[in-house]
């Protein structure tokens, strides 16, 4: 048994603390909404921290699931921020999506106060939360990520060590990269088969079965084909992500004018008023063309 704490309850973060507590666990929790971590507490056990700070006392390992930059630092940093509180040679874990500059910013700031620090963004959505079948992409010193990996096994499907800091979240940015396209042609082979007339289920069936299946095809036609999207990884966050891609892109050269372009269709579904919409939206914002 590890003690643990988990900061961040979304829709991710919440049932990957579970897991962790259902495996034997000593976790305690932190969320912004109070109510929510008092939530968590009641259906898996351990104990509420009213800050970063205070779930990080005494904690082994550290564990964050957060939205953006900003809100890693805060949880981080600061008098209330859990590396206030971290003991030395424990592991500082970060599962949120952030940018390579960030991660570079905690990681040296981690080596100061002699805490591990390893960036472990996590692809695989709610679903994979929930199922303890995500995909997860690790930068840091290898003794480091060999520390952690048993932990993070708990709710992976894979895990592994990509190479030192910021590799994980370069890894992640290339994730994103391939779900926009895929997305992309996914919704337009959809809208195609739509004003050709065809049947969307049966043309998925047949082509899922070679070399255009995907994960996408597979687990998002029919509620694209439905027009249901109130679920899975929202708009305004792959938008954010996106945004990270094409900054690094900037930085180290990358082309990425696929990516650039269905980011501004992304853009299209927020003024259509779908931020909050699942990424396979796009297909609704070309049917409404």
Known sequence: MTKIAFLGLGVMGYPMAGHL????????????????????????????????????????????????????????????????????????????????????????????????????????????????????????????????????????????????????QMTKMCNQIAIAGLVQGLSEALHFASKAGLDGEAVVEVISQGAAGSWQMQNRYKTMLDDHFDHGFAVDWMRKDLGICLDTANENGASLPVTALVDQFYKDVQKMGGGRWDTSALFKRLQNS
């Open 21 to 168: 507590a259902q495996a034997g666990h000593d976790v305690t929790v932190y969320n912004r909404t109070t109510a929510k971590a008092e939530t968590w507490v009641k259906e898996y056990g351990g104990a509420l921290g009213k800050t970063p700070a205070e779930a990080a006392t005494g904690a082994e390992i550290v564990l964050a699931c957060v939205g953006n930059d900003d809100d890693l630092r805060s949880v981080c940093l600061g008098p209330d921020g859990a590396f206030a509180a971290i003991s030395k040679g424990s592991t500082f874990v970060d599962h949120t999506t952030v940018s390579a500059a960030v991660t570079a910013e905690l990681y040296a700031a981690a080596k100061e106060k002699v805490i591990a620090y390893v960036d472990a963004p996590v692809s695989g959505g709610q679903a994979g939360a929930e199922n303890a079948q995500l995909s997860i992409m690790c930068g840091g010193d290898q003794a480091d990520y060999d520390l952690v990996e048993p932990v993070l096994n708990v709710y992976a499907k894979l895990c592994r060590r990509i190479g030192d800091s910021g590799a994980g």
